[in-house]
């Protein structure tokens, strides 16, 4: 059973629309991340913290923010969706210390028409 | 810039082959690498390679790791049509900064 949760698994929403992406974790994990993937393609690095208060871009560049207010909370906002934002948003966390992998969330699929 | 590649990017084979993906990686300050396995959710972990375990076996799954040659090398044998998966393969580096770097990712396809 996943530790990490994400919602919506599945969203479809007009241009234009502010949303946001929910990750939580229950494993006290201080690093937590967002990637992005596109079908067939590799996922890509766009936010990442390392624990409360602390938010830096990944080496996507995108047009979406985060914050971490809480050690199990890393919502992703986007302010204004566009159709080029369609994609698949990936949440994932570790405990601090470098040798771990990463535990990932199901996913939310976005969909901007 | 940080890169793994990963081949075949597509691989289709019948149930009780045996399969080799391969993952070859540039990065800084390597640290360890990682296989993944996704099917229609959330990448699931299989294994991790760093300096100091450079081979893993867990049922018919098993990788090495060459970090001389900077690649690894995943194999599934006596496939089975619930290997079917894209294999994500990631290197994590960086230093203090450490993060996952993934390839493309293998489409495996086992049929019956």
């Known amino acids: 059973e996943a530790d990490i949760y994400q919602t919506p698994r599945y969203l479809v929403i007009g241009t234009g629309k502010k949303i946001t992406l929910e990750c939580s974790q229950t494993m006290g994990h201080d690093k937590m991340y967002w990637y992005q993937q596109d079908p067939g393609m590799e996922l890509h690095l766009i936010h990442y913290?390392?624990?409360?208060?602390?938010?830096e871009k990944g080496d996507l560049s995108s047009e979406s923010t985060v914050s971490r207010i809480r050690t199990e909370h890393f919502p992703l906002t986007l302010e204004s969706a566009r159709p080029s934002h369609t994609s698949q948003y990936l949440c994932?966390?570790?405990?601090?210390?470098?040798?771990?992998?990463?535990?990932f969330g199901s996913g939310t699929r976005l969909t901007v028409v | 810039e940080d890169k793994v590649v990963q081949s075949p990017l597509s691989l289709v084979v019948h149930e009780g082959d045996t399969v080799t993906l391969n993952c070859s990686y540039e990065?800084?300050?390597?640290?360890?690498l990682l296989w993944y396995k996704q099917e229609k959710k959330a990448p699931t972990f299989l294994f991790m390679l760093?300096?100091?375990?450079i081979e893993k076996k867990s049922g018919r799954l098993s990788s090495i790791l060459d970090k001389k040659e900077l690649s690894s090398i995943l194999n599934i044998t006596a496939t089975q049509t619930g290997d079917s998966a894209i294999y994500l393969c990631a290197v994590g580096g960086g230093g203090s900064n450490y993060k996952l770097t993934f390839g493309k990712g293998t489409l495996l396809t086992v049929n019956p």
């Open positions: 994932a966390s570790r405990p601090w210390g470098a040798d771990y992998g990463y535990t």
């Open positions: 990065v800084t300050n390597f640290r360890s």
């Open positions: 760093t300096s100091s375990g």
């Open positions: 913290s390392y624990g409360v208060n602390s938010t």
